[in-house]
């Protein structure tokens, strides 16, 4: 039976933990501190982090940060579904220089208990508040995800219902860069909210019209990563983890030339937009840098003229019921 009241993660704002990971490029491990000291300072109280990332640097470098803070001032999310073993090297394929461990996917419930287990000695922290079960979906597991979809509702999610009903966690949700995925545990388990990453956007509205109705309804809420596509709506070239197709940069430059001429910064748009969906709970842009932290906090705070939003949906970049700031 669905939760009677769900866990809602605390925005408008939180910080994404990839680009920790080394994500596309090394981050020293000075500047990654010094990103979370500043995020904290800025008001971040919201932390997202996975063993995939930097195959287990991201959520190393969250605890060393996040342990010297009261633990009951902060919300902090990982994920499952992949194990780490120790190995000759960690796959840099993403995640510049990571730590030196293999990841294999285990969606079952033993699987997931050892993986919490795993982050918590990782994070050198004995509470997560919510945990996210990983990229079950078709990008990374193709025309078998249904099959690994099938074991993570009967194993991950069946657990972790059960750490929820004993206090062990606030709550769980996917995390996953599809839509797909998520509606099929609305109507499969009890999920108290997902992190959706790219599919919630200036660039990409696939998640308006079925599942964020639906998680309205359900009291399941959204944590939307990948606020910036990438970082196509920060002023980057890049798309969905890859050069950024013609298509997107033309809509893009469409968006930005109608920002210009409003007086608006896109990231700030970009961010806001994200945020004033009533299912939205916290944007969670990846944050490797001191001043990104801070940039990114004065951004969703940035005052955005109605009229700004009125010429997006005039010209039909947005439609009508998109809600917006």
Known sequence: MPSSQHYRPPGPLGFGGAPLGNMF??????????????????????????????????????????????????????????????????????????????????????????????????????????????????????????????????????????????????????????????LRALEESDPDCFLLAGRYSLLDLAGLDDLLPACAERGVSVVVGGPFNSGLLAGGNTFEYAEAPDEKVQARDRLRAIAAEHGVDLRAAALQF??????????????????KARTNMDLVHQAIPAEFWKALKAGGILPEHAPTP
């Open 25 to 182: 490029a090394p981050v020293p491990d000075e500047e990654a501190r010094a990103a979370m000291e500043a995020a904290w300072d800025a008001g971040y109280r919201y932390f997202d982090t996975a063993p995939h990332y930097g195959s287990g640097l991201s959520e190393h470098r969250f605890g060393e940060v996040l342990r010297t803070r009261n633990r009951d001032d902060f919300v902090l999310s990982t994920k499952v579904g992949r194990l780490l073993s120790p190995a000759d090297k960690g796959d840099d394929s993403m995640f510049k220089q990571p730590l030196p461990f293999a990841a294999r996917y285990d969606y079952s419930a033993d699987g997931v208990l050892r993986s919490l287990e795993d982050s918590y000695q990782r994070l050198g922290l004995s509470r997560v508040d919510i945990v996210y079960i990983h990229d079950v979906a078709a990008d990374h597991h193709g025309e078998t995800w249904t099959e690994q979809f099938a074991i993570a509702m009967n194993g991950a999610a069946r657990a972790l219902t059960r750490l929820r009903e004993e206090g062990v966690i606030k709550g769980w949700g996917l995390g996953v860069n599809l839509v797909e995925p998520c």
């Open 274 to 291: 994200c945020a004033a969906h009533p299912a939205v709970a916290a944007v969670i842009p990846g944050t490797k840098s001191a001043d």
